[in-house]
Nanobody
Framework: QVQLVESGGDSVQPGGSLRLSCAAS????????MGWYRQVPGKERELVAR???????KYADSVKGRFTISRDNAKNTVYLQMNSLKSEDTAVYFC???????????????WGPGTQVTVSS
């Protein structure tokens, strides 16, 4: 079993900053991709940022220059530093991890339960 525990969601004013964290635990052999998605009611879940082995990153155009994704492989943890937050960043943010549980096994995708980020004055 694998668990993802997210933290860092909060309510902030426009222009503020937040740092989200997501720690994976359980049966983990290796992690290839770690990422963050977000979703607002009535809309599809969208990619915010992801980071793969070797620290190759990809960002949604709407967050480039404001958000930074990073990972600590020793802790199986991914972070999302969010600066210059805007009201349109308000959403539930979900952590996402692609991992292999045992040597030679298949890759599975896991999702965290989500953490609320609200940007409002």
């Amino acid at each position: 079993q694998v668990q993802l525990v997210e933290s860092g969601g909060d309510s902030v004013q426009p222009g503020g900053s937040l740092r989200l964290s997501c720690a994976a635990s359980g049966s983990i052999f290796s992690i290839s991709v770690m990422g963050w998605y977000r979703q607002v009611p009535g809309k599809e879940r969208e990619l915010v940022a992801r980071i793969i082995s070797g620290d190759i990153t990809k960002y949604a155009d709407s967050v480039k220059g404001r958000f930074t994704i990073s990972r600590d492989n020793a802790k199986n943890t991914v972070y999302l530093q969010m600066n210059s937050l805007k009201s349109e960043d308000t959403a539930v943010y979900f952590c996402n991890v692609d991992l292999v549980a045992s040597y030679g096994g298949p890759t599975f995708r896991y999702w965290g339960p989500g953490t609320q980020v609200t940007v409002s004055s």
